[in-house]
T-cell receptor, first 115, second 114 residues
Framework: NAGVTQTPKFQVLKTGQSMTLQCAQD?????MSWYRQDPGMGLRLIHY???????DQGEVPNGYNVSRSTTEDFPLRLLSAAPSQTSVYFC??????????????FGSGTQLSVL | GENVEQHPSTLSVQEGDSAVIKCTYS??????FPWYKQELGKGPQLIID?????GEKKDQRIAVTLNKTAKHFSLHITETQPEDSAVYFC?????????????FGTGTRLTIIP
């Protein structure tokens, strides 16, 4: 099993450009989420999904869109990149086997720089 | 919303000594407290977790303690080894059987000195 796969690993954008960060998992997890990691700020939740067709906002959703058309994929779209979106982005998934969606499995991250 | 504070931000210990990382949370309704380890260039990985109905949990050299009254919980690593060097994150959540949202601390960079 590959687990949670994120692409690309690195990306440089110019202000105003758009792009999609890809995330795929092969563990049949119903829950998927996106976090951004900034120095001194830990991990902050951007958007999450509890199943195909269902998405919701996290702590810092502005400037990002998501959709969940399949159980496996959960792409994150930056509509018009801004320097404030320079960060490391992590996708995570989990299952409800233990009664909740707490135990997260993370991908290896995408390092994004917006110039 | 929930606020999680984590201390210290950096910690250096001699190999073989113990390391302790502390977190406090603000929402008394939080009942699930995981710890994640992030190695360089990788995503965080769950290493241990505890629920509010338990005061302590151990897994080999790692233990977590929880004080609900004081709203703080701690990670204890004994007999530290070089491979323990990493960034550690605590988190808190209200376990809601389907809609949990973890709030993370700001991380502790642990360095084991050989």
């Amino acid at each position: 099993n590959a687990g949670v796969t994120q692409t690309p690993k690195f990306q440089v954008l110019k202000t105003g450009q758009s792009m999609t960060l890809q995330c795929a998992q092969d563990m049949n997890h119903e829950y998927m989420s996106w976090y951004r990691q900034d120095p001194g700020m830990g991990l902050r939740l951007i958007h999450y999904s509890v199943g195909a067709g269902i998405t919701d906002q996290g702590e810092v959703p502005n400037g990002y869109n998501v959709s969940r058309s399949t159980t496996e994929d959960f792409p994150l779209r930056l509509l018009s990149a801004a320097p404030s979106q320079t960060s490391v982005y992590f996708c995570a998934s989990s299952y409800s086997g233990t009664g909740g969606h707490e135990k997260l499995f993370f991908g290896s991250g995408t390092q994004l720089s917006v110039l | 919303g929930e606020n999680v504070e984590q201390h210290p931000s950096t910690l250096s210990v001699q190999e073989g000594d113990s390391a302790v990382i502390k977190c406090t949370y603000s929402d008394s309704a939080s009942n699930y407290f995981p710890w994640y380890k992030q190695e360089l260039g990788k995503g965080p990985q769950l290493i241990i977790d505890i629920r509010s109905n338990v005061g302590e949990k151990k897994d080999q050299r790692i233990a977590v303690t929880l004080n609900k009254t004081a709203k703080h919980f701690s990670l204890h690593i004994t007999e530290t080894q070089p491979e323990d060097s990493a960034v550690y994150f605590c988190a808190a959540a209200i376990s809601n059987f389907g809609n949990e949202k973890l709030t993370f601390g700001t991380g502790t960079r642990l360095t084991i000195i050989p």
